[in-house]
């Protein structure tokens, strides 16, 4: 996928992964853009949504297996597509590095024009006690579970587009590439 901006109707559905036993997440890395380009390969998710995917030129090396990344992401695009499934709508999403992290900003856009909600949602959630005994708010304490374990962190925030979205924060790490 070349880099840039690319609209498209198609999403993703989040499949279970695994590591062998004597693999520690950790110790692992993934490239952030190469796992969001396979989301946007994927299948359609919701009726009447549509991805922008702003994706950058060059690999964003992540502390993080690609599976528990994929899963982290699919969680949190899943519930975005939600929100905007009802009205239909685009989803924002723009990977890109800053500083010595990745981030990556979610915007829901709903076609009725109302305002986003993944960001109420998100603020919802870090302002819970319990959020994973809510069911509204449970792939959000999954997502950002997964994200806690690698130092990594899911919060609202302003987009470039303006309006208020969520962003999960990772920390970057040099490529194997760059090693050998």
Not at 16 to 37: G, H, I, K, Y
Not at 148 to 168: F, K, N, Q
């Amino acid at each position: 996928m070349r880099a840039g901006a690319r609209t498209d109707a198609t999403a993703w559905r989040t499949a279970p992964a695994s590591l062998p036993a004597n693999v520690q997440a950790a110790d692992t890395t993934a490239d952030l853009r190469a796992v969001l380009a396979a989301m946007a390969a994927g299948p359609r998710l919701a009726p009447g949504v549509s991805v922008d995917w702003q994706l950058p030129a060059h690999a964003l090396w992540v502390a993080m297996a690609p599976g528990g990344l994929a899963q982290a992401l699919g969680r949190l695009l899943a519930l975005a597509a939600e929100l905007l499934a009802p009205a239909g709508g685009v989803l924002r999403v723009h990977a890109r590095a800053e500083g010595t992290t990745a981030a990556v900003s979610v915007v829901d856009e709903p076609a009725d024009r109302q305002p986003p909600t993944l960001a109420r949602r998100v603020h919802g959630f870090s302002q819970a006690v319990h959020p994973e005994r809510d069911a509204a708010l449970r792939p959000l304490a999954e997502c950002a579970q997964a994200i806690d374990a690698h130092r990594g962190r899911l919060y609202a925030a302003p987009s470039a587009w303006g309006a208020m979205g969520a962003t999960l924060r990772l920390p970057l790490v040099p490529s194997m590439k760059e090693h050998a």
